[in-house]
T-cell receptor, first 113, second 115 residues
Framework: DTGVSQDPRHKITKRGQNVTFRCDPI?????LYWYRQTLGQGPEFLTY????????KSRLLSDRFSAERPKGSFSTLEIQRTEQGDSAMYLC???????????FGPGTRLTVT | AQSVTQPDIHITVSEGASLELRCNYS??????LFWYVQSPGQGLQLLLK??????LVQGIKGFEAEFKRSQSSFNLRKPSVHWSDAAEYFC?????????????FGTGTRLQVTL
């Protein structure tokens, strides 16, 4: 399977805990995106990497959020000191530079209790 | 700033009936437009895309969409809906902002199909 994969698919955590999600893009794709989707809404852009460089961050990405793509392949999204408002589906997508269509993974559903 | 409006939150159609989902966008230049479909608890699957050229684009699963610049619209259509089409549909606009080709999504239209 050469699609985008995300791990874990579901995460339940208590308020104040740290969580980390992983995304593996389609192997030849050099652009990687993170989005957040809350109930009843469309996905909202969080951040974007081209290779290992993080080129843009949304204002939605507070200082409790950090994303990395250390070797230009997989990426991690960490949320520190989780809050109930962080409960959402976190989606990862990838694309080839020069191509605008993005291919999405299955998402990680985070529930903060 | 780019934005997308999907005026219909929920649509119900009978199996075999035709379907049209509305999408209006706002973007300062030539937009790149997409329709995605999302089944419950799943990620998004790309149905079709418009970049330039022919304003009627064909996608997967028998869907098509028509770009109308004068109306800032990109409506999704299907001549005959199948029960398996029940899902959430998202319209998105993208464009090159200098560094990112991020997508801006509408709030989605939930499609229910009755047998």
């Amino acid at each position: 399977d050469t699609g985008v994969s995300q791990d874990p698919r579901h995460k339940i955590t208590k308020r104040g805990q740290n969580v980390t999600f992983r995304c593996d893009p389609i192997s030849e794709h050099n652009r990687l995106y993170w989005y957040r989707q809350t109930l009843g809404q469309g996905p909202e852009f969080l951040t974007y990497f081209q290779n290992e460089a993080q080129l843009e961050k949304s204002r939605l990405l507070s200082d409790r959020f950090s994303a990395e793509r250390p070797k230009g392949s997989f990426s991690t999204l960490e949320i520190q000191r989780t809050e109930q408002g962080d409960s959402a589906m976190y989606l990862c997508a990838s694309s080839l530079a020069g191509f605008y269509e993005q291919y999405f993974g299955p998402g990680t559903r985070l529930t903060v209790t | 700033a780019q934005s997308v409006t999907q005026p219909d939150i929920h649509i119900t159609v009978s199996e075999g009936a035709s379907l049209e989902l509305r999408c209006n966008y706002s973007y300062g230049a030539t937009p790149y437009l997409f329709w995605y479909v999302q089944s419950p608890g799943q990620g998004l699957q790309l149905l079709l895309k418009y970049f330039s050229g022919d304003t009627l684009v064909q996608g997967i699963k028998g869907f098509e969409a028509e770009f109308k610049r004068s109306q800032s619209s990109f409506n999704l259509r299907k001549p005959s809906v199948h029960w398996s089409d029940a899902a959430e549909y998202f319209c998105a606009v993208g464009g090159y902002t200098g560094t990112a080709s991020k997508l801006t999504f509408g709030t989605g239209t939930r499609l229910q199909v009755t047998l």
